[in-house]
């Protein structure tokens, strides 16, 4: 079956960097967008960035566009986010998701980034 | 920026009718989707393109979608609805998710 199991997170101090993993299983992962979706604790789903199957093209939310950046292995299953000048409201749960075309399909467990000094 | 808006909590007595609206400008061109969240869990899809149910969620959840307001019904609610929801369309190349509404079913 579909799985998404990320990896990456931790604490980290505000103005730092860090990089998110997410390796797929189950499904043609080069055939399908992925997403990052992430949670505030406490709070709604906030989208964070989409890749295209093949990497070609990436969207990203307001909130993140110049500091983040979403890239992908096909040849590794892997979806990454690099993160870089972390904020305190950075600080979520970040789910990687596979795309359906409108919708997201299939979510990970998430991995908790908390940025604090 | 594209805005979705989902009241903060419905409640429903078990066996009843919940509906969970989702407000956004023309939403209704574009196709809404709904997630629904429990505590500590990773988000699930129950209805994607407006209408339609993803393989094993129950017959009980409905959704429409029309004008300016996507609708999510749960039929016959049972305790085990009691989450929050949360609707998603797609805008400009971006994802947009309403606020999540919490169901209680009580």
């Known amino acids: 079956q579909v799985q998404l199991v990320e990896s990456g997170g931790g604490v980290v101090q505000p103005g730092r960097s860090l990089r998110l993993s997410c390796a797929a299983s189950g499904f043609t992962f080069s055939s399908y967008a992925m997403h990052w979706v992430r949670q505030a604790p406490g709070k709604g789903l906030e989208w964070v960035a989409l890749i295209a199957y093949d990497g070609n093209n990436k969207y990203y939310a307001d909130s993140v566009k110049g500091r983040f950046a979403i890239s992908r292995d096909n040849s590794k299953n892997t979806l990454y986010l690099q993160m870089n000048s972390l904020r305190a409201d950075d600080t979520a749960v970040y789910y990687c998701?596979?795309?359906?075309?409108?919708?997201?399909?299939?979510w990970g467990q998430g991995t908790l980034v908390t940025v604090s000094s | 920026s594209y805005e979705l808006t989902q009241p903060p909590s419905v409640s429903v007595s078990p066996g009843q009718t919940a509906s969970i609206t989702c407000s956004g400008d023309k939403l209704g061109d574009k196709y809404a989707c709904w997630y629904q969240q429990k505590p500590g869990q990773s988000p699930v899809l129950v209805i994607y393109q407006d209408t339609k149910r993803p393989s094993g969620i129950p017959e009980r959840f409905s959704g429409s979608n029309s004008g300016n307001t996507a609708t999510l019904t749960i039929s016959g609610t049972q305790a085990m609805d009691e989450a929050v929801y949360y609707c998603?369309?797609?805008?400009?190349?971006?994802?947009?998710f309403g606020g999540g509404t919490k169901l209680t079913v009580l």
């Open positions: 998603q369309a797609w805008d400009s190349s971006a994802v947009v």
């Open positions: 998701a596979r795309s359906g075309g409108s919708e997201i399909l299939a």
